[in-house]
Nanobody
Framework: QVQLVESGGGLVQAGGSLRLSCAAS????????MGWFRQAPGKEREFVAA????????FYADSVKGRFTISRDPSKNTVSVQMNSLKPEDTAVYYC?????????????????WGQGTQVTVSS
């Protein structure tokens, strides 16, 4: 099992920045990639960004490309996402997830473990 704990959510004005972090514990040797998803009220959960654990190669949803930056620190088993130029439509619960796979990281079903989520609210 892998346990994931997110932190860093909160309330920010449009145009502002937030940094979310996720700490992994347990069987972290099984992790090949980690990702962030989000779910806005009344909407399905959607892919935000992912990062390959060994290479650090990032992947982004088009909606956040150029504004969000995902990074990881394998020595600390943490993954973070720096969110800049936030928009009201970025408001959602953000979830960290861990995958033992290396492909199709934009798909929820590729992830084996999920965090509890952290709320991000962007006011206009």
């Amino acid at each position: 099992q892998v346990q994931l704990v997110e932190s860093g959510g909160g309330l920010v004005q449009a145009g502002g920045s937030l940094r979310l972090s996720c700490a992994a514990s347990g069987r972290t040797f099984s992790i090949s990639a980690m990702g962030w998803f989000r779910q806005a009220p009344g909407k399905e959960r959607e892919f935000v960004a992912a990062i390959a654990w060994s290479s650090g190669d990032p992947f982004y949803a088009d909606s956040v490309k150029g504004r969000f930056t995902i990074s990881r620190d394998p020595s600390k088993n943490t993954v973070s996402v720096q969110m800049n130029s936030l928009k009201p439509e970025d408001t959602a619960v953000y979830y960290c997830a861990a995958s033992s796979g290396r492909s199709s990281l934009h798909i929820e079903g590729r992830y084996d473990y999920w965090g509890q989520g952290t709320q991000v609210t962007v006011s206009s």
